[in-house]
C-alpha cells in the first residue's frame, strides 16, 4: 500500500497525558497537513509543511499543539498535557506542489484519540 | 472567514432514487470546489473537484456536481443511487487567500440508501 498511513490508528490517554502521532506520506508528495475532526463535524485544518518548513498554523494549533516534518518525509504531532477536548480523529494528508496551485490532497486512515 | 455550509446532516434514500446534496459556501474571490467521501471505515476519497471552466463537473461512479458561481453553491448529485453509496458525503473549498493550500469542510452529510 502506497498510500498515507498514520500510527497508531487508535490511542487512548489520560488527561494530562503527552501524546505523538505520526504520519506518513505517499513518498513522491512534498506538502503534508494535518486536520482535526471531531464528531458530526467535517475536517478542520490544523497546519501544512512544504518539505520540512511549516507554512501555516490554524489558531485551532494552541501551545501544547507541535508537529514537526524534520526531513521532509514523515510528521509528527505532539499534544501536551491533553484534555478531554483534545479527543478526535486527527487527520493526515499529503500533495505534490508548489506555489499558489492547488494539487489533490490525499487522506490517511486517521489516529483516534481518546482522552479520559 | 470562509465557511461551508451543507444543508441536509442525514439523508435516506431508496435505492434507484435521485440524490442531491446542498452546499453553499461564503467567499468572494476565486475558490476551487470539492466533494469528498467516506465510505464505512475508508478513508475520506476526492469524489470531484471544480477548479475552473465547464461548471458541470462530472466525478467518479456516476457523480456530478454544478458550480453556480452567483448562488455561491455547488450542489452534489447522482440520478440514482446504489446500496454501495452509503457514505459520508463533505463539501470543501480552498481559496486562493488560503494559497489553495488548506481545505475548509462542510460539516458533512450522511446518506444511508436502502435496498
Known amino acids: 500500500d502506497t498510500g498515507v498511513s498514520q500510527n497508531p490508528r487508535h490511542k487512548i490517554t489520560k488527561r494530562g497525558q503527552n501524546v505523538t502521532f505520526r504520519c506518513d506520506p505517499i513518498?513522491?508528495?512534498?506538502?503534508l497537513y494535518w486536520y482535526r475532526q471531531t464528531l458530526g463535524q467535517g475536517p478542520e485544518f490544523l497546519t501544512y509543511?512544504?518539505?520540512?518548513?511549516?507554512?501555516?498554523k490554524s489558531r485551532l494549533l494552541s501551545d501544547r499543539f507541535s508537529a514537526e516534518r524534520p526531513k521532509g518525509s514523515f510528521s509528527t504531532l505532539e499534544i501536551q498535557r491533553t484534555e478531554q477536548g483534545d479527543s478526535a480523529m486527527y487527520l493526515c494528508?499529503?500533495?505534490?506542489?508548489?506555489?499558489?496551485?492547488?494539487?489533490?490532497?490525499?487522506f490517511g486512515p486517521g489516529t483516534r484519540l481518546t482522552v479520559l | 472567514a470562509q465557511s461551508v455550509s451543507q444543508h441536509n446532516h442525514h439523508v435516506i434514500l431508496s435505492e434507484a432514487a435521485s440524490l442531491e446534496l446542498g452546499c453553499n459556501y461564503s467567499?468572494?474571490?476565486?475558490?476551487?470546489l470539492f466533494w469528498y467521501v467516506q465510505y464505512p471505515g475508508q478513508h475520506l476519497q476526492l469524489l470531484l473537484k471544480?477548479?475552473?471552466?465547464?461548471?458541470l463537473v462530472k466525478g467518479i461512479k456516476g457523480f456530478e456536481a454544478e458550480f453556480i458561481k452567483s448562488k455561491f453553491s455547488f450542489n452534489l448529485r447522482k440520478p440514482s443511487v446504489q446500496w454501495s453509496d452509503t457514505a459520508e458525503y463533505f463539501c470543501?473549498?480552498?481559496?486562493?487567500?488560503?494559497?489553495?493550500?488548506?481545505?475548509?469542510f462542510g460539516a458533512g452529510t450522511r446518506l444511508a440508501v436502502h435496498p
Open positions: 494528508a499529503s500533495s505534490r506542489g508548489s506555489g499558489g496551485i492547488y494539487n489533490e490532497q490525499f
Open positions: 513518498s513522491e508528495h512534498n506538502r
Open positions: 509543511f512544504q518539505n520540512e518548513a511549516q507554512l501555516e
Open positions: 467567499y468572494g474571490g476565486t475558490v476551487n
Open positions: 471544480y477548479f475552473s471552466g465547464d461548471p
Open positions: 470543501a473549498v480552498s481559496s486562493l487567500s488560503g494559497g489553495y493550500n488548506k481545505l475548509i
